[in-house]
């Protein structure tokens, strides 16, 4: 069982900037791939960045050259560093972990931050 633990969310002007963390519970990152997802009230959950035990990243195009996913590989934490925010990223965020070969099995959630994008 992974536990993921989100934080760093609040309320920031656009244009602002928000640093979120989710810490895993032990060293998973060189199995799996580490993602963060935001979700809006009726809204699908919506994949926002990925990075895979590889170290590749992926990136919604909404948030393409603005945000970016990284790992401390010594701190079992991933970042998710979001720059330049506009109103639409306002969501709660998800932290998710997702076995590559295993992903109906082992795919685990945080509880969620919410992030609000306003002035």
């Known amino acids: 069982q992974v536990q993921l633990v989100e934080s760093g969310g609040g309320l920031v002007q656009p244009g602002g900037s928000l640093r979120l963390s989710c810490a895993a519970s032990g060293n998973i990152f060189s199995i799996y791939t580490m993602g963060w997802y935001r979700q809006v009230p009726g809204k699908q959950r919506e994949l926002v960045a990925a990075i895979t035990n590889g170290g590749s990243t992926n990136y919604a195009e909404s948030v393409k050259g603005r945000f970016t996913i990284s790992r401390d590989l010594a701190k079992n934490t991933v970042y998710l560093q979001m720059n330049s925010l506009k109103p639409e990223d306002t969501a709660v965020y998800f932290c998710?972990?997702?076995?590559?070969?295993?992903?109906?099995?082992?795919?685990?959630w945080g509880q969620g931050t919410q992030v609000t994008v306003s002035s």
């Open positions: 998710n972990a997702r076995h590559p070969l295993f992903p109906m099995v082992h795919n685990y």
